[in-house]
């Protein structure tokens, strides 16, 4: 700040900044935008739309903290990765390394699971929680791939070719 003498006689800048040393201080101070803000759109996505209901985060009651249990979402979570899609901050992250799917809050790990792979292209499909989930969902359409893992680009291959064995027709010579 500009001193109080010198602002009554001259039109100068009275806030100044801040000096090359105050700015390298105030630069290396971590502002985290990684740490959840509370905003509880995890915890919606996962119960309402995904119907999954893993996340059981009392914390984000500001009025009344309930009960925070890690052990309901290891033991829930199908680490389908809407949570951390959504999440606006990055709180919440999905990674697969190494042969695993991870999910963790802030870096606390939430969930681990092994990751299953395509039958056909070796892709990776996610956890086998994850499969079923999505196995329960579609069905009707994975009659076609016989109880086999696949991707969705050699899903549409095998869907194609079932189709296609069906639709054509056997010519008998009498």
Request: net charge positive.
């Amino acid at each position: 700040m500009l001193n109080p003498d010198r602002r009554r006689i001259t039109f100068q800048q009275v806030e100044l900044g801040l000096s090359e040393a105050m700015a390298r201080e105030e630069g290396r101070r971590c502002l985290r935008c990684d740490i959840c803000k509370r905003c509880g759109l995890c915890v919606s996505i996962c119960r309402d739309k995904m119907e999954v209901d893993a996340l059981q985060f009392g914390y984000l009651d500001f009025d009344q903290p309930g009960f925070s249990d890690f052990r309901i979402t290891a033991e829930r979570c199908i680490l389908c990765g809407a949570c951390a899609a959504n999440c606006p901050t990055g709180a919440i992250v999905l990674e697969d390394s190494n042969g695993d799917r991870q999910l963790s809050l802030c870096g606390t790990i939430l969930c681990r699971e092994k990751l299953e792979y395509c039958e056909r292209c070796n892709e990776v499909l996610g956890p086998a929680r994850y499969l079923d989930y999505v196995s329960k969902r579609t069905e009707k359409i994975s009659q076609a791939f016989g109880g086999r893992k696949l991707c969705s680009e050699c899903a549409r291959k095998a869907t194609a070719e079932f189709k296609s064995d069906m639709s054509i027709p056997t010519v008998r010579k009498t």
